[in-house]
């Protein structure tokens, strides 16, 4: 038959390949197209900003006026309350993101098509956690910077006049801005490991809101303990000053929840079949 | 080329692919052919990593698909028409994909031309026909302008033109010396597109050969004959290993002797012919004898690979 002329394995194919292939920057710059040729991505974080502005502008404008003249530290943590208080709310909007980030792709079936581009998995859930990461964190500061920004003559009206140049002030923000960040990346962990839309929100908004709330009713103190090391709560110490944990160790609490939600996400990622 | 041994999946209790081992090669098209739940798409999601073997292996190229450092390039795939995020644009779609391999969208543009999806491309995934799903499916499979094809049933929901365009792309493909390996349960599809084909039943293989060799194995040939002295024709054919079977008084069907044979026999017995005609079987009877009773046929040995 004339088959028989082929050659067996030389490659016929147009493209140069020559020394192409997977590489970390590609599947970085896969997911980063992904993330933001998605609606969902733009509509959460639009709803982010908003949120975040919306709370501040209408705080600063219903605080009364300071009495007496305020302390630097009590200005700065005016500031900052006001301008993170939008971060309970923006909180939610980034669980469900987290979720759906890579829910979607398995209720769109979509990541076949991931894994069969790159069948080792772990580098795209890595790819995708670190550009979501990178982009909630840039989203979440320009929020709590604007808020701040918009909010400053409001308050300075009000005798709260926070001298933008104060170190403790930019660390919170930053705090608030990680806080989003590791928010996201647990929720991303617990919708990478039920890989349901529904069962992943359910389970990360469960975690933010419901979970706390049942060891706060629990009279014992042991209750009031696990309360305190839950990510909603610890998480806070980020950018609030005088909470239960103090900034590093808050950072190691919520390195934890990162680590026990995608670590399982991850095993179970390489081991199932997709 | 891809190479499976004793490739087998097991769900629970239920076994999608018992111990099958076949080889297909490049340089022509293969065809994957059985009922559904015969284990086709399993198969194929097993060779591209999706699903892990219970036990036995699958090669391509000589490597699991894991192992090579550019799957795309490889392996194109096409195993379900929606395994594409009905949000994102086909454009996009196709750009994150190929981002992973350094894959830009000059080359993006190209397969987008080449599947006909101008017109769509900028558009979400969402509202495409199946059709036009299965036009981005096979760009997708064609990014990395790989070795090897696999394509799960690529002309589901296509129009008549898509249908040709398919075959047309296949066999031109294979004509290049790639490995190309599509699944069908259209018989009729599979004897106009696939050079070799690969029968499965019940999770086994249970024929592997040419187009050619399965229709004659499987489908009986028989010689139409009609003549007015029909009965006394049947009386000469009679042996051992012939069936004569009568369509209408002047007309039999006899399957185990040539059509030459019997012209031989009737013009030495000076018998009047009216038709003399060799009917081949076609794929798809072939086929349903093939499936029809698994049972019978892996314990009788089909033909494995022709050897050419």
Redesign the interface.
């Known amino acids: 038959m004339s088959t028989l002329a082929q050659p067996e394995v030389a490659r016929a194919t147009h493209l140069d390949v020559t020394g192409r292939g997977l590489s970390p920057a590609g599947i970085l710059r896969s997911e980063w197209i992904k993330l933001r040729s998605l609606r969902s991505t733009w509509w959460s974080f639009s709803i982010i900003v908003l949120i975040q502005v919306g709370i501040a502008v209408i705080f600063a404008l219903t605080t009364s006026p300071m009495t007496t003249e305020p302390t630097t530290q009590q200005v700065t943590q005016a500031a900052v309350s006001i301008s993170t208080l939008g971060v309970l709310f923006s909180q939610l909007v980034i669980a469900v993101l987290g979720v759906l980030v890579i829910s979607g792709e398995y209720s769109t079936g979509q990541i076949r098509s991931s894994f069969m581009a790159v069948p080792n998995r772990l580098p795209v859930l890595a790819a995708k956690a670190l550009v979501f990461a990178v982009a909630t964190f840039v989203v979440a500061l320009v929020a709590i910077v604007v808020s701040y920004l918009v909010t400053m003559p409001i308050l300075a009206g009000n005798g709260v006049d926070a001298a933008p140049l104060e170190p403790g002030l930019w660390l919170s923000f930053l705090g608030a801005a990680g806080y989003l960040v590791f928010i996201g990346l647990i929720s991303l962990g617990i919708g990478a490991a039920l890989r349901s839309t529904a069962g992943g929100i359910a389970a990360s908004l469960g975690l933010l809101l419901v979970v706390p709330t049942i060891f706060q009713l629990i009279p014992a103190e042991w209750a009031g303990v696990v309360a305190s090391w839950l990510p909603g709560t610890a998480g806070q110490s980020l950018y609030y000053t005088g909470s239960t944990f103090e900034p590093w160790q808050a950072l190691l609490v919520m390195l934890g929840w990162v680590a026990v939600t995608l670590v399982p996400a991850a095993v179970l990622m390489k081991r199932r079949d997709a | ?1 891809i190479e499976a041994q004793s490739l087998t999946k097991r769900y629970g209790q239920r076994t999608a692919v018992d111990a099958a081992t076949f080889t297909v ?4 098209v293969t065809g994957l052919l059985g009922p559904n739940g015969a284990g086709k798409s399993t198969t194929m ?1 097993m060779i ?5 073997p219970t036990s036995g292996s699958v090669r391509v ?1 000589g490597h699991f ?2 192992e ?6 490889e ?1 194109g ?1 096409l ?2 028409a ?8 086909a454009y ?2 196709l ?9 830009g969208a000059a ?1 993006v543009r190209e397969v987008i031309d080449l599947t006909g999806l101008q017109a769509v491309a900028g558009k979400r995934v969402g509202g495409f026909s199946l059709g036009m799903g299965q036009r981005l499916g096979i760009a ?1 499979a064609l990014l ?4 090897t094809l696999i394509l799960d049933e690529p002309i589901n929901g296509l129009d008549p033109e898509g249908v040709l365009w398919v075959r047309g792309l296949l066999k031109h493909l294979a004509s ?3 490995t190309v390996l599509l699944s069908s349960h259209l018989m009729s599809e599979m004897a106009m597109t696939a ?1 070799h084909i690969i029968v499965f039943g019940r999770g086994r293989v249970i024929a592997d050969a040419p187009v050619a060799d399965i229709v004659g194995q499987g489908a009986v040939t028989s010689v139409r004959v009609s003549s007015p002295q029909a009965a006394e024709l049947a009386r000469l054919l009679a042996a051992p290993d012939v069936q004569v079977t009568s369509a209408s008084g002047s007309t039999l069907d006899v399957a185990g002797v040539s059509a030459a044979t019997i012209g031989g026999i009737a013009a030495s017995n000076g018998l009047v012919l009216h038709e003399l005609t060799t009917v081949t079987g076609s794929l798809e009877e072939a086929y349903l004898r093939l499936t029809a009773d698994e049972v019978e046929y892996h314990t009788q040995s089909v033909t494995p690979e022709v050897v ?1």
């Open positions: 080329m090669r490049p340089g022509k999601r591209v990593g999706l699903d892990r190229n698909y894991a090579h450092s550019a799957p795309l390039h392996v795939a195993l379900d929606k395994a594409i995020h009905s949000g994102r644009s996009n779609h750009l994150a994909l190929g981002a992973t391999h350094g894959i080359r997708a990395g302008d790989p070795q290049e010396g790639r050079d050419r």
